[in-house]
């Protein structure tokens, strides 16, 4: 979806990669300005999902809060009124590296926290995209993006979904995330988002790129 989140339609599931909820606040903790009101707006954009589909439930992949500093009150005050306004929906959180450090969601949110993998239909649902016997996997962690270059020498870096013949590799949700370069191979499918469309495009390996596997992204 171009929200950079996935939906399973038959489960009524939206899977959430990297929401990085905190991570401007992380930043100002430390002393570094940058703009405020980054989880109010990716709160909002999650809005738009669950208000266009019939979605009963949605697993965050990882990071769902970025680090201790970040569980800042004005933060955790609008993801709890934003949690309010979606009781209906069950939430659960597949815990990344993250939030090891962050802590799970505080209890008054109502959302769960388990290990991965979490094993649902033919999938693994994870954090980590490495490849797991008894299903195909579904994580984040690597914000992976692919860059498209044009006859003039222009360029796009574009957040991207990349599909493996064992592992799937969702964007980061978090609109204050980094992006790397993803290398694709010859069986792999790449859904770069661009703009308000999500669009196929060749798996061609991209120029200073990273193959998948463990190890980048936040």
Not at 36 to 41: F, V
Not at 57 to 72: E, K, P, Y
Request: net charge positive.
């Amino acid at each position: 979806m171009p929200e950079r989140l996935a939906a399973w339609p038959a489960r009524a599931t939206l899977l959430v990669a990297d929401a990085h909820f905190g991570k401007a606040a992380s930043f100002r903790a430390a002393g570094i300005p940058v703009p405020r009101g980054t989880t109010g707006d990716d709160l909002a954009r999650l809005d738009a999902p669950l208000a266009r589909t019939e979605v009963r439930r949605i697993v965050f992949l990882g990071d769902f809060l970025h680090s201790r500093q970040g569980r800042a009150p004005a933060t955790l005050a609008a993801i709890a009124r934003w949690r309010d306004a979606h009781r209906d929906i069950d939430m659960v959180l597949v815990r990344g590296n993250h939030d090891r450090h962050a802590g799970d969601p505080p209890p008054e949110l109502g959302i769960r926290s388990v290990a991965e993998p979490l094993a649902e239909g033919p999938f693994l649902l994870c954090h980590h995209p490495e490849p797991r016997a008894g299903g195909y996997v579904l994580a984040g962690h690597l914000h992976p993006a692919i860059r498209l270059g044009g006859s003039a020498r222009q360029s796009l870096r574009l957040a991207c979904f990349h599909f493996t013949p064992a592992v799937g590799v969702l964007p980061a949700f978090g609109s204050f995330t980094g992006r790397v370069l993803t290398r694709p191979g010859r069986h792999d499918r790449v859904y770069v988002v661009a703009g308000e469309t999500v669009v196929e495009v060749p798996s061609r390996p991209a120029s200073g790129g990273r193959s998948g596997g463990a190890g980048a992204g936040g």
